[in-house]
């Protein structure tokens, strides 16, 4: 886990409200995934970005939700009007040596939404 | 299309006997396998990833995981338990040898509790 970061661990919103989440991935890596933790279930894959680039965003909702990575700076997913059903653990991961699907995962930003 | 199984939703066992986390798993491509482990309110730790080096991968921790083709099973297992093991375990599939670039699949998960 160490180097992926992820701010605000914890996140409160009424309904209605924007939700922003940020990611930095291990230094030196252009690479992101953003994974969703409903209650009481597992971890869906949502988007995959690369600096600059949406790569692979087949897991993103169609509306409120979006994702990017700048060329400077964290990746931000971005939650409008959110929902009570928007509430969950959102994880990013990054990368590492062993190949693309071998990941470090950040800490997490659990979103309740009141 | 891959997908993941895990046939036990909460596994119990006491702490110094044996532990078994079951695992199947649906690829089109030869996959990539992983368990994870989640502690309560914490980010996710890789225990072991499979390639296809070896069908007997050990990780961390001293948990280890065997992959069968025929069964197209990923067991989790360890030999005797510690209280420190309790959390929740995921079995994770990627076929990064397609085009899904890494993205990973994960099962619903299975909550290890261990009793003193």
């Known amino acids: 886990n160490a180097g992926v970061m992820q701010n605000p661990r914890h996140l409160v919103r009424r309904r209605g409200q924007e939700a922003r989440l940020r990611c930095s991935p291990m230094k030196g890596h252009s690479h992101v995934y953003w994974y969703r933790q409903l209650p009481e279930e597992g971890l869906k894959f949502m988007v995959y970005l690369q600096k600059e680039n949406i790569i692979d965003e087949s897991g993103m909702p169609k509306e409120r939700f979006s994702a990017e990575f700048p060329k400077e700076g964290p990746s931000i997913l971005r939650i409008q009007q959110v929902v009570r059903g928007d509430s969950a653990a959102y994880f990013c991961?990054?990368?590492?040596?062993?190949?693309?699907?071998?990941?470090?995962f950040g800490p997490g930003t659990r979103l309740t939404v009141l | 299309a891959q997908s993941v199984t895990q046939l036990d939703s909460h596994v119990s066992v006491s702490e110094g006997t044996p532990v078994l986390l079951r695992c199947n798993y649906s690829?089109?491509?030869?996959?990539?396998l992983f368990w994870y482990v989640q502690h309560p309110n914490k980010g996710l730790q890789l225990l072991l990833k499979?390639?296809?080096?070896?069908?007997l991968v050990k990780g961390i921790n001293g948990f280890e995981a065997e992959f069968k083709k025929s069964e197209t099973s990923f067991h989790l297992t360890k030999p005797s338990a510690h209280m420190s093991d309790a959390a929740e375990y995921f079995c994770?599939?990627?076929?990064?040898?397609?085009?899904?670039?890494?993205?990973?699949?994960f099962g619903q998960g299975t909550i290890l509790t261990v009793h003193p």
């Open positions: 690829s089109s491509y030869s996959p990539s």
């Open positions: 991961a990054s990368p590492r040596e062993g190949g693309p699907d071998t990941q470090y």
């Open positions: 994770v599939v990627s076929e990064a040898g397609g085009t899904s670039y890494g993205k990973l699949t």
């Open positions: 499979y390639t296809s080096a070896a069908t």
